[in-house]
Structure formats: C-alpha cells, structure tokens
C-alpha cells in the first residue's frame, strides 16, 4: 500500500524560500572584488539575497537560456556566486563552477567539456579570461562579477563585450516565477580534480542537493544552527563549498563569505574575530597557514567554536593546537566531489571520555562515521567484504541518494560497475564504525609486499613540536620495491635533525615503516583543492633510493 503524503519536490528553491520567510533578516557577509576589505564587507539580509536571486534568474532567462542549459563561473566564495547557486539552478539550468587555480588548459577543457554558454568570472580574472578566450568553444557571453565602477580591462571579444552583474540585476525586476522543477533534474555540475587523465563532471540534482543539505544538518555533521555565524573557506568551486551554502540558509545560519581573501590567513583571522564567526570549514593546508599566522601575532580566536576539516587527512596536531591554544574543537570529515561531498564525520560518542588521551587522539585522528544516507563497505583483491575489525584494510566503497551514479557524459564508470562507487581510497573500519583512510590507492606505499600508510606517518611527522608540514611518498627500492620517504617543512625559527626527526617517528610505528630518509624542504607542492601533491613529489624524488643496495 502506497502512502497518503504529498509528493513535493525537494529542490533548491524551496531551501531560498524557507530562508526568506523564516530568516528574512539573517545576514549574509562577504568580501567582493568591490568590496575586498574584511573592515568593510559587504552586507545584506536573506530577503535582499532572495530578491537578487529573483532579479538574476529574470535576467538568465532573457538570455533565451533554455532547460538543462549550463552556466559557468570563474569565482571565489562570495555573496554574487551563493545568488548564482540559487538563480541558476532555480531558473532550471545547471551551475557549472571551474577552479580558477588550475591551468588554463585545463580550465578550458572543463569549461568545453561542461558546455556552457554563459559565463560569471570575477574581474581579476580579466587576463585569465583573456587567454583562455580562444578555447572556449562554447561561451558566447560574459558577465564581470561587481558593479559598473571596477569592471575590468580585458581584450579579447569576450572581455569587452562583458557586462557587469549590477547593471544586468538593475535592469530586472525582483519578481520571479520560480518554474516547477522536477527534483531529479539537475542543478550542477563539478569536476573532479583528476591527477591524473581527464577530470570528470559530477552532475548533482535538486534532490541529491537538498537530501545532503539536510544530511549535513544533523547535529553529528556540520550540524548548524541559526545562531551560527559560518565561514566556509573551502571554495564554492570545490563541491559546491562542502553544501555550506545550502546548509547554512536551510538552518538560517549567517554566512560569511572570504572572497579572494580565502587564502590569506590574516584576512581569515580578522573576518573570524570581526563578524564573530563560531564554525568554520576548509581544508588542512588553510588551517596550518592560519594557525601560524596566529602564533606569530599572538591572536586568538575567542568566538571560532568549531572548524570542521576535510579534503585530506588532518594531522592530530592540528586538532591539538586549534584545542589547546584556541578552545576550539576540530571535526574530522571525509567525502568526496562524487559523494555531495560528505561521507563521514568524526563526531565524539558515547564513552570516549573513558579513553585515555592517546586513545581520544588516536581516534580523533580517524576520518569518522558515515553520515546518514551513505552506504559504506570496504572490499578486498578479489570484492569479497572484509570485516569491521580496525585492521583489515580494502578498497573503500560507497553507495547512496546524494553519490554519483556515473559521470557526466560518460553512463557508466569502472568505479561504479558493482552498484557501489568505488571511491579509490583504501581504508580500514573499526567495529564502531569508524573509517579510517590510510591512503589513496594511488598513494599506497608497498614494500616487500607489505603496505604502509603514508597518512600515519605523516601525522606522527606533524606531531614533531619543529614540524609545520610532512609528506611521505613511495620512492622506488631496488631491494624493497618501494620505500617510504618522509619531506618534512620545518616552522619559522625552529630546528629539527634528520636524525631527531626519524627517531621520532620511529617511536611511534613499526620498525619496518620507518622512513629511510627525510629531506627539510622550504615547501611542499600542493594540488588546486588544497591537497598534497604526491604525483609531483614521486616525480622529483623517483630517483631517491635509486643507489642503495639491492642486497
Ligand atoms: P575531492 O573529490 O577533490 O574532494 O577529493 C576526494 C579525495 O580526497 C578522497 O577520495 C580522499 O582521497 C581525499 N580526502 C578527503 N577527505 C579526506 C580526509 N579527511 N582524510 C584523508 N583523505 C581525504
């Protein structure tokens, strides 16, 4: 017998109205090209967010967009992109947000691959956009992300013929006739970083967007709440900022966007005690630069309650020092560009005030729990299950309502061929359910047929007081095929040996994960989503142990 309940789309649309009508005044907070000081950001309340949203959604379909049609942006984490997340999707046509920070090349090929006929690029884009102008093969128009006084020079077609997002939302009214959307339909679309070949689209819906905006609710998740000032660093470009955007106007949370400013951690920190922000979200190369600024200007930041990391492994260092120094508590989060991105969150359970400190760390190190609406299993060589035991480790393998079921252009994949996706990570699940990554497959270290975990050896590395930043690789063995090589940044003004920094590792792991060798470099290279470039440091350092001996 089917049930007597009404069938209403989940889609975006309903996440901008609920937060006109229940938070019309919240705030939302941003740094713009017109407005870059985190003295003076620019502010407006949601229901000014919702009537621009209107404006901008009158002007997309003047534009003759039709259904299903694409949209670009070349764009930071400011209050222009959240009004495109709602007005493009909302109007019925797909949001497709490039990373500026990769190469050019390759930000046309995604740009053509997506198929946009409309672009949205901050203005400091104005060369970049003139050098890629030639590539694109489908962008017919753009528009300048400010207002008519600091629109860019440019000179390609393109950049000339541009107008200006204030201009374009003047000419509009603030009414609009939100369409009936179907909630499977799409709403956006992100590339994958791709390390290695061709990045590939992620095509979210209305309903995978809503489900995990309410998934990332959950107290145990992001869990916010309207008295919550939010600060997402993690880009908008980078699986839609985690949902924040959605998450936080669902909760009628304020926002607080950092524009270009996302990378500079003394705007960061000026933003956070300025606007009072209590959670804030990024990745861990974010924090390391912020908490150093920090310590070098003797700052606090008194109201920041939580920061929720992600996007590669978080040393327990961290955790440490934004605990200890900060009062601020650090949760652990996994996910993926495939999974909306949220998989798992490191949320504290029942009991664990009973564990000792090096048991809280050692689980607070771990990537967490699955989030309501995430189906995980880990597999071995041959796809048989492997058991939840802590020790066991396998492919990591995912299911759910807000999980790619393939990839844009492309009906099926490799990784989606069993019914799970296949995340390429390998991880091990203990009989609480906590996941732990070891490694990207890619990553693994593989010596004398044992595996070794890249990721545990980095955070002991990181656990060293002189240690600001390690990488450990693969390097080629000629005895042990593969061995483990610790790159390690040391802090301003500290001192560390090679031999002191070994034996502290050694301390703390097997005898025969130890690395054979660490280098001090001044930095490590680092991916566009903020992650540590491996493929770059195994290129480099492919010949490391090229002249130990074979016996
Ligand atoms: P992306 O799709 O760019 O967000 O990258 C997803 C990948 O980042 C995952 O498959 C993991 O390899 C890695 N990753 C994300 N979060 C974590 C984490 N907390 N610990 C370790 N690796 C992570």
């Known amino acids: 017998m089917r049930g007597l309940m009404m069938d209403v789309p989940l889609t975006t649309t309903a996440i901008l109205r609920h937060a006109e009508r229940m938070h019309a005044s919240q705030q939302i907070v941003s740094l713009t090209a017109d407005h870059p000081s ?18 901008l959604a009158n002007a997309l379909c003047r534009k003759g967009l039709r259904q299903g049609d694409r949209v670009a942006t070349l764009a930071w984490n400011d209050s222009r992109h959240v009004e495109l997340f709602y007005a493009v999707g909302g109007a019925g046509l797909v949001l497709h947000t490039l990373n500026p920070r990769l190469a050019p090349e390759q930000i046309a090929w995604i740009c053509n691959d997506g198929g946009a006929t409309l672009l949205f690029a901050a203005p400091e884009f104005a060369p970049l956009l003139d050098g890629l ?50 909630e499977r339909e799409a709403n956006a679309l992100c590339h ?5 070949g061709n990045p590939k689209g992620v095509l979210y819906s209305h309903r995978s967007t809503v489900l995990h905006a309410m998934a990332g609710s959950i107290a145990d998740v992001i869990g916010m709440r309207a008295t919550d000032t939010v600060l997402p660093v993690v880009p908008m470009f980078h699986v839609n900022a985690w949902g924040v955007p959605f998450i936080a106007l669902l909760n009628g949370a304020r926002l607080v966007l950092p524009g270009r400013g996302a990378g500079d951690p003394a705007t960061l920190a000026t933003l956070i005690n300025g606007e009072r922000v209590t959670l804030a979200l990024g990745v861990p190369t974010v924090w390391l630069a912020l908490l150093q600024h920090l310590e070098k200007t003797a700052t606090t ?8 990391v992600g996007g590669a492994a978080c040393p327990p260092a961290i955790m440490d020092e934004f605990r200890e120094k900060h009062g601020v508590e650090t949760l652990h989060a996994w996910g993926m560009t495939e999974m909306s991105p949220i998989g798992t969150m490191n949320a504290p359970m029942p009991g664990e005030e009973k564990l000792d400190d090096a048991g809280r760390r050692a689980r607070r190190a771990k990537q967490g729990r699955a989030v309501f609406g995430v189906d995980l299993r880990i597999v071995g060589d ?19 309502p807000y999980i790619a079921a393939g990839y844009y252009g492309h009906d099926t994949s490799p990784a989606h061929a069993s019914g799970w996706f296949d995340t390429g990570d390998v991880a091990t699940i203990d009989p609480d359910g906590f996941v732990q990554i070891t490694d990207r497959t890619k990553d693994v270290i593989k010596s004398g047929g044992e595996w070794i975990s890249s990721i ?38 500290q001192t560390v040996s090679r031999e002191e920094l070994l034996a502290h590792v050694a301390g703390r792991v097997a005898r025969w994960c130890v690395p054979d060798d660490a280098v001090f470099v001044g930095e490590i290279p680092h991916t566009s989503t903020g992650k540590i470039n491996k493929l770059a440091l195994r290129e480099r350092y492919r010949d490391h142990y090229a002249k130990e001996s074979p016996t």
């Open 382 to 400: 041959g796809g048989a299950e492997l058991p939840w035991d802590g020790r066991a480790f396998g492919a990591l393998q995912v299911r759910g």
């Open 133 to 182: 102008a030639a590539g694109l093969e489908h962008v017919r128009q753009v528009v300048w992300l400010t207002d008519a006084a600091h629109r860019p020079q440019g000179n390609s077609a393109l950049a000339t013929a541009a107008n200006d997002y204030e201009s374009l939302l003047a000419a509009e009214s603030p009414d609009f006739d939100w369409p009936a959307i179907d």
């Open 301 to 308: 930041l008194p109201s920041l309650a939580r920061t929720i």
């Open 38 to 55: 985190p003295a003076d950001p620019w502010r407006y309340s949601f229901a000014d967010l919702a009537a621009r949203t209107r404006r």
């Open 456 to 493: 545990e050896l980095e955070n002991h590395a990181v656990g060293h007081p002189a240690v600001a930043e390690a990488a450990v690789i693969g390097v080629p063995h000629p005895k042990w095929s593969e061995r483990p090589l610790l790159l390690a940044v040391l802090k301003s003004g």
């Open 192 to 196: 994958t970083s791709g390390t290695t």
